[in-house]
């Protein structure tokens, strides 16, 4: 008697073996329901596609050597973080109790002090940023280290790329390091070959390769934004080296729209140290000489208290949303947040929720056009809930709003690389500043007050009564938003 098999009921127990198989995975992961009740349903539904996105990209690992990397690297940065906040004490008897709580939540979670003695200006145009960062960098005596999610040559960009080859052939070191997808139009461009001649060294940060699906997930970025320049100045924010001129002009979303800032004092230092942990895990695997004090002198840039927070796998992935958690949660009075992309986790949606509903004046600001259709969509799909709970949402009107700021109870501020979403508070690597001071945040205040004159308010009513098919596109696209 001879068994026969047909294709069709080959191809369904394969498929069902790897739903029952990743499904016990899964569930055996203790993966957040949401996450995982996401991924169970995209197995499900596309068979074996939806498998190999899962090998793929549905778990959060990294390379042996990173990690290993990274656990050697990480007592040497904590001290030398330690040493940097004796050296510039910040004056935390006169923080606020929302100020409080969040460094206490950062030094303990984060081991990342307050550190006081700088001087932050805050830049709201990529042509503001550029003409400053580039007047540093001419100024540059010792050292130029550039880490950046984009680099996309072009207009003001290659301003900036030839400031840092005068730097280079005067001598000074220059370094850059850039995420390999984010960079892909600069490693293809000349600019890596004048780089190499002027004597700037350049490295891709996390590098997209066949190779590399057998030894991590292909989807890890380093999102972060950081320059720094003698170990005195740096930037941090949201602003890629990209001219929003010339940056994505096809996508029909509008110029992009970011802030900068530059540290002038221990934080740039501070930067600087995390410039110096991400190139010695990429580029410099046994360089010796990492985390020394790089900057002897006295800070006295000037009074304002500043708090680095970085995240990233093997690398307190989850900071910046606990430290984000801490000010909504903390907060008694308004807070204004604005971010390109918004898929929050359901403790920020609570979060939210619970702090409008105690009184908060609470604002979220997004773009109106997006550059990602299924990031709009499941962005929408949250509107409901937070209108229901007095949350206020605007949409900018003015390009593709890519700031990621917020404000809270006009003294506690942050501006930095990472979004309202679970990429960026469970998978990237990001940066971001805690700015503890009222001059600054008032100034903060006010550019974001810009954003919401340029903005159109989403209303309870009007939204409710939306066409049924957005509603049902935006609602099923909610389903796979833990994965977006």
Same mark, same amino acid.
């Given at each position: 008697m001879h068994w026969f098999i047909s294709p069709e009921l080959l191809t369904t127990l394969i498929h069902a073996a790897l739903v029952a198989g990743l499904g016990l995975r899964i569930i055996a992961r203790r993966r957040p329901a949401g996450v995982g009740l996401a991924w169970i349903t995209l197995i499900a539904v596309l068979p074996l596609l939806g498998a190999v996105l899962y090998l793929m990209v549905g778990e959060l690992w990294l390379a042996g050597r990173r990690v290993s990397r990274a656990k050697q690297l990480g007592p040497a940065f904590r001290a030398r973080m330690?040493?940097?906040a004796?050296?510039?004490?910040?004056d935390l008897a006169s923080l606020s109790a929302l100020a409080h709580t969040l460094d206490a939540y950062a030094v303990r979670g984060a081991q990342m002090p307050t550190l006081g003695g700088n001087a932050v200006t805050l830049y709201s145009t990529a042509a503001e940023a550029f003409a400053s960062l580039i007047t540093d960098i001419d100024a540059a005596e010792h050292r130029v280290y550039m880490l950046f999610y984009i680099w996309s040559p072009g207009g003001l960009v290659d301003e900036v790329g030839e400031a840092?080859? +005068?730097?280079a052939r005067r001598g000074v070191d220059c370094r850059v390091l850039l995420d390999s997808y984010g960079s892909h139009p600069f490693f293809r461009s000349p600019w890596p070959a004048r780089f190499t001649d002027a004597g700037v060294r350049t490295a891709e940060a996390l590098p997209v390769n066949r190779l590399r699906l057998f030894m991590h997930r292909? #989807? &890890? *970025?380093?999102? +972060?934004k950081i320059a720094a320049i003698d170990g005195k100045v740096g930037y941090c924010g949201s602003q890629n080296i990209a001219d929003p001129?010339?940056?994505?002009? %096809? +996508?029909?979303?509008?110029?992009?729209? %970011?802030?900068m800032c530059r540290v002038d004092g221990p934080g740039g230092e501070a &930067? $600087?140290?995390?410039?110096?942990? %991400?190139?010695?895990? $990429?580029? #410099?695997?046994t360089e010796p000489t990492v985390f020394v004090d790089i900057h002897p002198e006295p800070y006295a840039a000037g009074s304002t208290r500043v708090q680095l927070i970085n995240s990233g796998p093997a690398q307190s992935p989850r900071a910046i949303e606990d430290m984000l958690l801490t000010m909504v949660f903390g907060c008694r009075e308004s807070l204004t947040l604005t971010t390109p992309y918004f898929i929050?986790?359901?403790?920020?949606? *609570?979060a939210l929720q619970t702090a409008a509903i105690r009184g908060v004046d609470v604002r979220i600001v997004v773009p109106r056009r997006? %550059?990602? +259709?299924?990031?709009?969509?499941?962005?929408r799909s949250y509107y409901g809930d937070l209108l229901d709970a007095g949350v206020e949402i605007r949409e900018f009107e003015g390009g593709l709003l890519h700031a990621k700021t917020a404000t809270a109870d006009g003294h506690v501020s942050l501006v930095g690389s990472a979004n309202m979403d679970r990429r960026s508070f469970a998978i990237n690597y990001e940066s971001s500043l805690f700015v503890y001071d009222e001059a600054f945040t008032a100034k903060l205040r006010r550019l974001q007050e810009s954003y919401i004159r340029r903005s159109v308010r989403i209303e309870r009513e009007t939204w409710s009564n939306r066409p049924a098919v957005r509603r049902i596109a935006e609602n099923a696209t909610q389903l796979f938003a833990p994965i977006l």
């Open positions: 330690a040493e940097l004796e050296q510039a004490p910040a840092v080859c +005068r730097a292909l #989807d &890890l *970025r380093n999102h +972060r001129a010339h940056f994505k002009t %096809d +996508r029909g979303v509008g110029p992009w729209v %970011d802030v &930067l $600087e140290l995390t410039f110096q942990h %991400d190139w010695s895990i $990429e580029a #410099d695997h929050p986790t359901e403790a920020m949606e *609570r997006n %550059d990602s +259709r299924l990031v709009g969509l499941a962005s």
